[in-house]
């Protein structure tokens, strides 16, 4: 079976450290171009963007798109109308009507659309997921928290509009939540800290509920100083479930669960082959719905301005 020929659209940090690696050791694909206004990958062509890449390897069949998310829906669009697949680095979009939008297009155009949600690929997800099934859930307790300096140093996309702010660390909660959780989550009160010099919240703390009513509680912080804490507690009928390390390590009873070796962005790409021979689309807004769910609902709390 041949190669899917795939580009890289947007080399910046997560491009570099997760998706050059994941492909590299992917037999399915053959990285073959990038498209970044300032960044080169020895060895490969380079092109400012994807319609110059497209016009200079016109054999290119897939793109993966890890620009910054205020761009991403021109970039996808131009894409799918250009006959490629689409691999979205999350969030899919910067709202839910444009991500609705590229799976129009993509249905329409019979090509493969994948929104992709990489904290859901970590090794205690599914387990977690399995482990709630027939469980009533009591209560949940999210905390994410971590340093926006040490993982986004001079990233000034976050703290413009379309950038979530402390929601590009927290939609990975979320899209844990929304995968394991059963009968979706609804949002009920959040309060949103933005410092004043920024249009992005540095802070969050919401109010959900499960479908039968469990509260769920979260804690969002981009100003943790050391350890990063990425942690979801599941308090059930049947013990208490607790995922740790953003979803790579799963407990049960304070009792360690033995898991799946897994690593999220190869298991990615794998996912995405498959989409891509069957010219299928998988796309879930729920994550991202509940983040505009916060922005519509949330009351604003204005913080002192963040420095870098």
């Known amino acids: 079976m041949p190669r899917i020929r795939i580009a890289i659209v947007g080399l910046g940090k997560i491009a570099r450290d997760q998706h050059v690696p994941a492909l590299a050791a992917n037999e399915q694909f053959e990285l073959i171009a990038v498209a970044s206004p300032h960044s080169r990958l020895e060895g490969l062509p380079h092109y400012a963007d994807l319609p110059a890449l497209l016009r200079g390897v016109p054999d290119v069949s897939a793109v993966a798109l890890c620009t910054t998310p205020q761009v991403r829906y021109d970039t996808a ?7 490629r697949h689409v691999l979205l680095e999350k969030p899919p979009g910067m709202t839910v ?10 249905t329409q155009k019979r090509l493969a659309l994948f929104a992709t949600w990489h904290a859901r690929h970590a090794r ?8 709630l099934t027939g469980r009533t859930i009591r209560s949940v307790r ?9 993982w986004h140093p001079g990233q000034t996309w976050i703290w413009r509009a ?10 990975n909660a979320l899209s844990i939540l929304t995968r394991i959780i059963p009968g979706g989550l609804i949002l009920k009160d959040a309060e949103l800290s933005f410092p004043g010099n920024c249009e992005t919240p540095i802070a969050a703390s919401l109010r959900l509920a499960c479908a039968d ?3 769920v509680r979260m804690q969002l912080d981009f100003l943790h100083r050391g350890t990063p804490c990425w942690d979801i ?5 049947g013990g208490r479930l607790r995922l740790q390390m953003g979803g790579s390590v799963m407990q049960v009873d304070d ?8 690593e999220e962005y190869p298991s990615l790409y794998e996912h995405f082959a498959q989409l891509v021979r069957a010219r299928a689309i998988d796309v879930d807004v729920a994550p991202l719905q509940l983040v505009a769910d916060t922005f519509l609902c949330g009351r604003r709390v204005e913080v002192e301005p963040f420095e870098e």
Do not use: N
């Open 77 to 83: 669009r131009y894409a799918l109308q250009q006959g």
């Open 124 to 131: 205690g997800v599914q387990p977690a997921r399995d482990w």
């Open 213 to 215: 009513g469990a509260p």
């Open 162 to 171: 379309g950038g979530l702010g402390v929601f590009d660390p927290g939609i």
């Open 142 to 150: 999210v905390d994410w928290k971590e340093d926006v300096r040490v």
């Open 255 to 262: 009792l360690p669960v033995a898991t799946a070796a897994a």
């Open 233 to 237: 507690a599941v308090d059930t009928d």
């Open 97 to 106: 009507t444009e991500v609705l939008e590229l799976m129009r297009l993509a």
